[in-house]
Nanobody, 123 residues
């Protein structure tokens, strides 16, 4: 059974950092793009960042320069390093694995999802 497990969320203050992790089991996604999405209360889920098999990356403008996506294929783990956090970053963060050849911002192309981890940034 394919499973993605998101961990690392928490309550932090504005300006702090957090690192999210996403562990994959059941199959390898080393050749697949993977990404992070988030959903704030009352809002639609939105793209945050994505990475291809060779560590090429794609970021939403709102997190560019503050967040870094990375992956360790040997550990089957995806990461999201979040620095200079802002209250508007508060959301449930989801990792996802794509079935496409290149990273994309559209969640339609990500059939595999983690359960989500809550990130709350206080001002």
């Amino acid at each position: 059974q394919v499973q993605l497990v998101d961990t690392g969320g928490g309550l932090v203050q504005a300006g702090d950092s957090l690192r999210l992790s996403c562990a994959a089991s059941g199959r390898s996604f080393s050749n697949n793009p993977m990404g992070w999405f988030r959903q704030a209360p009352g809002k639609e889920r939105e793209f945050v960042a994505a990475i291809d098999w060779n560590s090429g990356t794609l970021y939403a403008d709102s997190v560019k320069g503050r967040f870094t996506i990375s992956r360790d294929n040997a550990k089957r783990t995806l990461y999201l390093q979040m620095n200079s956090l802002k209250p508007e970053d508060t959301a449930v963060y989801y990792c996802a694995a794509s079935d496409r050849a290149v990273p994309t911002m559209s969640e339609v192309f990500y059939p595999y999802w983690g359960q989500g981890t809550q990130v709350t940034v206080s001002s």
